[in-house]
T-cell receptor, first 113, second 114 residues
Framework: GESVGLHLPTLSVQEGDNSIINCAYS??????FIWYKQESGKGPQFIID?????DKRQGQRVTVLLNKTVKHLSLQIAATQPGDSAVYFC????????????FGQGTELSVKP | DAGVIQSPRHEVTEMGQEVTLRCKPI?????LFWYRQTMMRGLELLIY????????DSGMPEDRFSAKMPNASFSTLKIQPSEPRDSAVYFC????????????FGPGTRLTVL
């Protein structure tokens, strides 16, 4: 979901462990959800997306789960690597609200070697 | 493909000065987006073009901000006059068609207004 604040939530994991990053979205009419990864000094990079008619989608080392009942989205990263350290944003689109991409606050993932 | 190109990467200016940020979208993409990122407000959409036409500029903060897309390969975001509260990272993104398709972001321009 979208919130305003000075400090991002932080998740610290050990290299090789699995990571789960959570996101609560705000609009029950949202149709499309995307996870972006943003490394320091770079723009957001697309990771994986999911439509509202699905509850799970898998990519390479990543899985996105969607629970529409509680408006919750999660990103699971398997065998987390130091290169996965970044800020992760969930984003939602509601086509009945102009189809704008609304970004969540972001979660900072820190991978310890 | 070179991806979305933005210039300059960093801009430091004084309050009251005009600032112009530039963007070259990915070739063939029909939609272009300007975003602003701050710690307080996160990523916010400022304006969205489709086929060089502004479709939604409701995110533009005020009249000091203007954006143009004279052709399919170039867009500018101008701030005149600039204010310290405009300090942020400004991203340009492009997609094949609107919000439905994946948006590819540029590296951003870090703007500091003193």
């Amino acid at each position: 979901g979208e919130s305003v604040g000075l400090h991002l939530p932080t998740l610290s994991v050990q290299e090789g462990d699995n990571s789960i990053i959570n996101c609560a979205y705000s609009n029950s009419a949202s149709d499309y959800f995307i996870w972006y990864k943003q490394e320091s000094g770079k723009g957001p990079q697309f990771i994986i997306d999911i439509r509202s008619n699905m509850d799970k989608r898998q990519g390479q080392r990543v899985t996105v789960l969607l629970n529409k009942t509680v408006k919750h989205l999660s990103l699971q990263i398997a065998a987390t690597q130091p290169g996965d350290s970044a800020v992760y944003f969930c984003a939602e689109i509601a086509y009945n609200q102009g189809g704008k991409l609304i970004f969540g606050q972001g979660t900072e993932l820190s991978v310890k070697p | 493909d070179a991806g979305v190109i933005q210039s300059p990467r960093h801009e430091v200016t004084e309050m009251g000065q005009e600032v112009t940020l530039r963007c070259k979208p990915i070739s063939g993409h029909n939609s272009l987006f300007w975003y602003r990122q701050t710690m307080m407000r996160g990523l916010e959409l400022l304006i969205y073009f489709n086929n060089n036409v502004p479709i939604d500029d409701s995110g533009m903060p005020e009249d000091r901000f203007s954006a143009k897309m004279p052709n399919a390969s170039f867009s500018t975001l101008k701030i005149q006059p600039s204010e310290p509260r405009d300090s942020a990272v400004y991203f340009c993104a492009s997609s094949w068609t609107g919000f439905v398709d994946t948006q590819y972001f540029g590296p951003g321009t870090r703007l500091t207004v003193l």
